[in-house]
């Protein structure tokens, strides 16, 4: 199981990509299907993810949940002043694996594996923006043991540490300059690292103050991305200004985000939940890059704390058929003047929808579909420095236009 | 019931993936052309027109002309097919013309040394008639007259020919001008002027001011075209009509074409004339204070007191150990102090040392910041002059700099008030046919304090000084033609006339896409 659970993983990571933004909201089927919420739901295995302290009050000793989506995520860009038009199509495919087992009564284990961050932008290269980004490709996976513990049915916590695993490669043409090129193509440089390993926890509560109402609280950690002696590969270097490959340092953070929340069982049949996300973003203050040979490349990002608030309900229909919907409001960290075409994201809302088909009280298959609306927005990236001067590079910027559609499909089994 | 659901949820499911993230205006929702039409855009003019750069016409500069890259946008708006002479045969894309003198390869830094130096190879441009017109009818050289001259293309006729032109001309007899109205232009720009008194002000001001003179079949390749000669002419390009010396003219406005002509620059908005400080004899440039002190005493000394003694003791001054001195020139307009120099040094020098003193210093003084020194002339300081014996070796030193290597001040004069007086006509011609006026007179002005375009990048009219400045450099390594840069950046000034005379819009180029300077690793 463990061995057959391990080829699994590593089958989907290969092929792990992710849409615009870092942060990818997709941990679950069911929840995804009611706008992402879940801090205060009890419905599956899923809840090791949402807030572990959840997963002492399933029903079943054993939960499993497996599910993955399709996600396929459009950035359009365009500036009439200069003609430009330039388009990014992406698409990647977020899974997660839930497991709990009830231990005792009062005490339930679980193992939550699940990819909450990731990027995968794609522009053409040596397009009018390649020096800030040609393309990006970052993954990250969760893996996170987990425990929960009930006192009585009012009051249960929970928590798990997270090993995250994880990749970036990054390309980008050095200068906007032709003057950095060899044969009309940019010299550039790809940043590589894989294996990038670091720790961090999940930990939450729920309370239950009447049999229909559920509050949750929970806490995900702050997790730094460290890239240490990664690889520097230079391309379309002029024959002047040839740079041997060299290593690179760099720190992504993964922001810690705080939930809380509250659900609501109106009848037998029907449940409402509201969420509330906090992310901490501003702990992405740059991008600073450290090669091997002595230089440093600091790119401002300064990016903001943001708010999303989630709205998700789900119908019983019968013993077969559970229909669930939702939609949220998820705020960008990038502020003005630091809207980069690494990661393209401004405020967006999201629509959701899904079922679950069960074949039999075991055995269900779960389907849940995301559309994410963005506006369109004009915005620039005003803090890049150009190499050959040592001076400030003039803005980047335009209209942008995204779009994120994403069907997915899991299955559960429970006994 | 139930297959219609599935088969009515793929249908969704699909539309929605394939759901492409549209704006609200398309990128050119809102580009016009106005009132001008540019189906067949034609630009005459000369090498500023025809993509001149780095000292010659070479294939990759050439796809940078400012013409070219304003065909590019006027696409936008409805312009047609817009073709350039051919530099095929530039397969190595150094420029140059093979076989002829003075026509080299283009000039490129070369980072071995840190020098602008001419790129290796041979050129394999040549002469090879393409009998053909362009839209493109810059010709490099050409003075405005040229654009109306009959066999300015005629092989025949070297060196009255030009060879650019012989690369293209339609016919031995064909005009410039001429071969344009073939393309029957709807559309045109005109910058042609700037040869009438540029290639004097390159030259030192070797040439003739000719102002007074009508007849430009006699005037020189270096003098200064005479300002009512200009006017006629560019009358004629622009309105077309009837004179005694050119016969009868179809001007590019007359089948109803509209256009922008362009003002000439002065030429003190051009690092050709503004890089080579008046002052570089330093203590350190002469090999040393000691030097110095010997200079003065065994010549600037000597040569003070003489000219002192004749009223003229402010030509020179004992040279400074500790701050940039002057360079020594000579000026033809100052009264000539040969006979008495000579006189003076007889005792001393000897007749014959001092007939030759007498003649090299009788017109010589300290250069001032109202002098201009040629870009070229800074190869030429600090070095022997043809058969000049030490200690009077030194160009600028010890040995005056000549007419050609200094515009004094009397010959900025001549060619400010050429210029005025071309600049003059050419608006009054374009005030009268309503056509927009881009004055790059006032363009390369603003350049000299620095300007700042819409993306906000700063650009200066400095020459190359390394790294550091290289996104602000617009000119190219010649010092008269602009880089790819510079021409996006005339490209979009001339879009801003268009777009404000002719109601017209369409979108600029952003020139940090576009190369400055060329770099070699070696040469």
Request: charged content about 10%; some cysteine; hydrophobic content about 40%.
């Given at each position: 199981?463990?061995?057959?659970?391990?080829?699994?993983i590593?089958?989907?990571?290969?092929?792990?990509?992710?849409?615009?933004?870092?942060?990818?909201?997709?941990?679950g089927?069911?929840?995804?299907?009611?706008?992402?919420?879940?801090?205060?739901?009890v419905?599956?295995?899923?809840?090791?993810?949402f807030?572990?302290?959840?997963m002492a009050y399933?029903?079943d000793?054993?939960n499993?949940?497996?599910?993955?989506?399709a996600?396929?995520?459009?950035?359009?860009?365009?500036n009439?002043?200069?003609?430009w038009?330039?388009s990014?199509?992406?698409?990647?495919?977020?899974?997660?694996?839930?497991?709990?087992y009830?231990?005792?009564?009062?005490l339930?284990?679980?193992?939550a594996?699940?990819t909450?961050?990731g990027?995968?932008?794609?522009?053409d290269?040596?397009w009018q923006?390649?020096?800030l980004?040609?393309?990006?490709?970052l993954?990250?996976?969760?893996?996170?043991?987990t425990?929960?513990i009930?006192v009585?049915d009012?009051?249960?916590?929970?928590?798990?540490p997270?090993?995250a695993?994880?990749?970036?490669n990054?390309?980008?043409?050095l200068?906007?300059?032709?003057l950095?090129?060899?044969?009309?193509?940019?010299?550039?440089v790809?940043l590589?690292?894989?294996?990038?390993?670091?720790?961090?926890?999940?930990v939450?509560?729920?309370f239950?103050?009447?049999?229909?109402?559920?509050?949750?609280?929970?806490?995900?950690?702050?997790?730094?991305?460290?890239a240490r002696?990664?690889?520097?590969?230079?391309?379309d270097?002029?024959?002047?200004?040839?740079?041997?490959?060299?290593?690179?340092?760099?720190?992504l953070?993964l922001?810690?985000?705080?939930?809380?929340?509250?659900?609501?069982?109106v009848?037998?049949?029907?449940l409402?939940?509201f969420?509330?996300?906090?992310?901490?973003?501003?702990?992405?203050?740059?991008?600073?890059?450290?090669?091997?040979?002595?230089?440093?490349?600091i790119n401002?990002?300064?990016?903001?704390?943001?708010?999303?608030?989630?709205?998700?309900?789900?119908?019983?229909?019968?013993?077969?058929?559970t229909f669930?919907?939702?939609?949220y409001?998820?705020?960008?960290?990038?502020?003005?003047?630091?809207f980069?075409?690494e990661t393209?994201?401004?405020?967006?809302?999201?629509?959701?929808g899904g079922?679950?088909?069960?074949?039999?009280p075991?055995?269900g298959?779960?389907l849940?579909?995301?559309?994410?609306?963005?506006d369109?927005?004009?915005n620039?990236?005003?803090?890049?420095t150009?190499?050959?001067?040592?001076t400030?590079?003039?803005d980047?910027?335009?209209?942008y236009?995204?779009?994120?559609?994403?069907?997915?499909v899991?299955v559960?089994y429970?006994? | 019931?139930?297959n219609?659901?599935?088969?009515?949820?793929?249908?969704?499911?699909?539309?929605?993936?394939?759901?492409?993230?549209?704006?609200?205006?398309?990128?050119?929702?809102?580009?016009?052309?106005?009132?001008?039409?540019?189906?067949?855009y034609?630009a005459?003019?000369?090498?500023?027109?025809?993509g001149?750069?780095?000292g010659?016409?070479?294939?990759?500069?050439?796809?940078?002309?400012?013409?070219?890259?304003l065909?590019?946008?006027?696409?936008?708006?409805?312009?047609?097919?817009?073709?350039q002479?051919?530099?095929?045969e530039d397969?190595?894309?150094?420029?140059g013309?093979s076989?002829?003198?003075?026509?080299?390869?283009r000039r490129v830094i070369?980072?071995?040394?840190?020098a602008?130096?001419?790129?290796?190879g041979?050129?394999?441009?040549?002469?090879?008639p393409?009998?053909?017109?362009?839209?493109?009818?810059?010709?490099?050289?050409a003075?405005?007259?040229?654009?109306?001259v009959?066999?300015y293309?005629?092989?025949?006729?070297?060196?009255?020919?030009n060879?650019?032109y012989?690369?293209?001309?339609?016919?031995?007899?064909a005009?410039?001008?001429?071969?344009?109205?073939t393309?029957?232009?709807?559309f045109f720009?005109?910058?042609i002027g700037?040869?009438?008194?540029?290639s004097?002000?390159?030259?030192g001001?070797v040439?003739?001011?000719?102002?007074?003179?009508f007849n430009?079949?006699?005037?020189?390749?270096?003098?200064?075209?005479?300002?009512t000669v200009?006017?006629?002419?560019?009358?004629?390009i622009?309105?077309?009509g009837?004179?005694?010396?050119?016969?009868a003219?179809?001007?590019?406005?007359?089948?109803?074409?509209?256009g922008?002509v362009?003002t000439?620059?002065?030429v003190?908005?051009i690092?050709f004339f503004?890089?080579?400080?008046?002052?570089p004899?330093?203590?350190?440039?002469?090999?040393?204070a000691s030097?110095?002190?010997?200079?003065?005493?065994?010549?600037?000394?000597?040569?003070?007191?003489a000219?002192?003694?004749?009223?003229?003791?402010?030509?020179?001054?004992?040279?400074?150990?500790?701050?940039?001195?002057?360079?020594?020139?000579?000026?033809?307009s100052?009264?000539?102090?040969?006979?008495?120099?000579?006189a003076?040094?007889?005792?001393?020098?000897?007749?014959?040392?001092?007939?030759?003193?007498?003649s090299?210093?009788?017109?010589a003084?300290?250069?001032?910041?109202?002098?201009?020194?040629?870009?070229?002339?800074?190869?030429v300081?600090?070095?022997?002059?043809?058969?000049?014996?030490?200690?009077?070796d030194?160009?600028?030193?010890t040995?005056p700099?000549?007419?050609?290597?200094?515009?004094?001040p009397?010959?900025?004069?001549?060619?400010a008030?050429?210029?005025?007086a071309?600049?003059?006509?050419?608006k009054?011609?374009?005030?009268?046919?309503?056509?927009a006026?881009a004055?790059?007179?006032?363009?390369?002005?603003?350049?000299v304090n620095?300007l700042?375009?819409?993306?906000g990048?700063i650009?200066?009219?400095?020459?190359f000084?390394g790294?550091?400045?290289e996104?602000?450099v617009l000119?190219?390594?010649?010092?008269v033609h602009?880089?790819?840069?510079?021409?996006?950046v005339?490209?979009?000034?001339?879009?801003?006339v268009?777009?404000?005379?002719?109601?017209?819009?369409m979108?600029?180029l952003?020139?940090?896409?576009?190369?400055?300077i060329?770099?070699?690793?070696?040469n």
């Amino acid at each position: 199981m463990r061995k057959l659970l391990s080829l699994t993983i590593f089958a989907l990571a290969s092929s792990t990509v992710f849409a615009g933004g870092y942060r990818v909201s997709i941990q679950g089927q069911k929840q995804l299907a009611m706008g992402h919420t879940g801090v205060a739901i009890v419905n599956s295995a899923e809840t090791a993810f949402f807030n572990p302290a959840g997963m002492a009050y399933l029903k079943d000793k054993f939960n499993l949940s497996v599910g993955g989506s399709a996600l396929f995520s459009k950035t359009r860009f365009q500036n009439s002043e200069y003609n430009w038009k330039a388009s990014s199509d992406n698409v990647g495919t977020p899974f997660n694996v839930y497991a709990t087992y009830k231990v005792t009564d009062w005490l339930t284990a679980g193992l939550a594996v699940y990819t909450p961050y990731g990027s995968s932008v794609e522009w053409d290269q040596d397009w009018q923006g390649a020096h800030l980004v040609n393309n990006i490709d970052l993954k990250a996976i969760f893996i996170q043991p987990t425990f929960s513990i009930r006192v009585g049915d009012e009051f249960s916590f929970g928590g798990g540490p997270i090993l995250a695993t994880g990749s970036v490669n990054f390309n980008r043409n050095l200068s906007l300059n032709p003057l950095l090129s060899a044969n009309g193509s940019g010299s550039d440089v790809t940043l590589d690292s894989t294996g990038i390993t670091a720790w961090g926890y999940n930990v939450g509560f729920m309370f239950n103050p009447t049999s229909k109402l559920r509050l949750g609280f929970n806490y995900r950690s702050e997790i730094i991305m460290e890239a240490r002696d990664g690889d520097a590969t230079y391309a379309d270097l002029p024959d002047f200004n040839q740079i041997p490959n060299t290593t690179f340092n760099a720190d992504l953070p993964l922001p810690a985000e705080i939930t809380s929340g509250l659900s609501y069982q109106v009848t037998d049949k029907w449940l409402v939940a509201f969420d509330y996300n906090y992310t901490m973003w501003n702990v992405y203050t740059d991008l600073d890059v450290k090669f091997g040979n002595g230089t440093e490349s600091i790119n401002p990002r300064n990016y903001k704390n943001t708010s999303t608030y989630r709205v998700g309900t789900q119908y019983v229909a019968n013993d077969k058929f559970t229909f669930r919907a939702g939609w949220y409001f998820d705020e960008s960290p990038v502020q003005n003047g630091y809207f980069a075409p690494e990661t393209p994201r401004n405020e967006s809302m999201g629509y959701t929808g899904g079922l679950t088909y069960q074949l039999n009280p075991k055995f269900g298959i779960d389907l849940s579909l995301l559309y994410l609306h963005f506006d369109e927005i004009d915005n620039s990236y005003d803090y890049s420095t150009d190499p050959v001067s040592g001076t400030a590079n003039p803005d980047f910027g335009g209209t942008y236009k995204s779009s994120v559609f994403s069907p997915g499909v899991g299955v559960t089994y429970s006994f | 019931m139930k297959n219609k659901f599935i088969y009515l949820s793929v249908l969704a499911m699909a539309g929605l993936v394939s759901c492409e993230p549209e704006f609200e205006n398309a990128v050119d929702a809102n580009y016009t052309a106005g009132e001008a039409d540019f189906s067949s855009y034609v630009a005459v003019g000369n090498s500023l027109t025809a993509g001149y750069m780095d000292g010659t016409m070479y294939k990759s500069g050439q796809a940078n002309s400012f013409p070219n890259l304003l065909s590019q946008q006027f696409a936008t708006v409805g312009g047609g097919v817009f073709t350039q002479p051919s530099y095929e045969e530039d397969v190595n894309n150094l420029g140059g013309i093979s076989g002829i003198p003075g026509f080299g390869t283009r000039r490129v830094i070369n980072f071995a040394t840190s020098a602008p130096e001419n790129i290796a190879g041979t050129s394999t441009i040549t002469l090879t008639p393409q009998a053909t017109a362009y839209n493109n009818m810059g010709v490099p050289g050409a003075k405005s007259f040229h654009l109306l001259v009959p066999g300015y293309g005629n092989p025949a006729n070297f060196p009255a020919a030009n060879p650019y032109y012989v690369r293209h001309a339609t016919s031995n007899t064909a005009t410039v001008l001429g071969d344009a109205m073939t393309k029957n232009p709807t559309f045109f720009t005109n910058w042609i002027g700037a040869n009438d008194v540029l290639s004097y002000a390159t030259t030192g001001g070797v040439g003739v001011d000719q102002t007074g003179n009508f007849n430009p079949q006699t005037y020189g390749p270096n003098d200064i075209t005479d300002p009512t000669v200009f006017a006629g002419v560019y009358s004629l390009i622009v309105n077309g009509g009837t004179s005694p010396a050119f016969g009868a003219v179809t001007g590019l406005s007359q089948n109803g074409a509209k256009g922008v002509v362009a003002t000439i620059p002065s030429v003190t908005s051009i690092p050709f004339f503004t890089t080579v400080p008046y002052n570089p004899v330093t203590a350190a440039a002469v090999g040393g204070a000691s030097n110095i002190t010997a200079l003065n005493a065994q010549l600037y000394g000597p040569l003070k007191q003489a000219l002192t003694a004749f009223g003229a003791g402010s030509r020179i001054n004992l040279l400074s150990a500790t701050a940039g001195n002057p360079l020594l020139i000579k000026d033809e307009s100052l009264t000539n102090l040969s006979a008495q120099l000579t006189a003076a040094f007889t005792p001393t020098l000897g007749a014959a040392t001092a007939a030759f003193y007498g003649s090299v210093f009788g017109q010589a003084r300290q250069a001032t910041a109202d002098d201009l020194v040629l870009l070229t002339t800074s190869g030429v300081i600090g070095t022997a002059p043809t058969g000049v014996p030490a200690p009077l070796d030194k160009y600028g030193v010890t040995y005056p700099l000549q007419d050609q290597h200094i515009l004094i001040p009397s010959e900025q004069l001549a060619i400010a008030n050429a210029t005025n007086a071309y600049n003059a006509a050419i608006k009054s011609i374009a005030a009268s046919k309503n056509l927009a006026v881009a004055d790059m007179n006032a363009i390369l002005g603003v350049l000299v304090n620095g300007l700042r375009s819409v993306n906000g990048q700063i650009y200066t009219a400095n020459y190359f000084s390394g790294a550091a400045t290289e996104n602000k450099v617009l000119f190219s390594l010649d010092g008269v033609h602009p880089n790819s840069r510079g021409y996006a950046v005339i490209a979009n000034e001339i879009i801003k006339v268009i777009n404000a005379h002719y109601k017209s819009n369409m979108p600029f180029l952003n020139p940090s896409y576009f190369p400055g300077i060329n770099v070699v690793a070696t040469n």
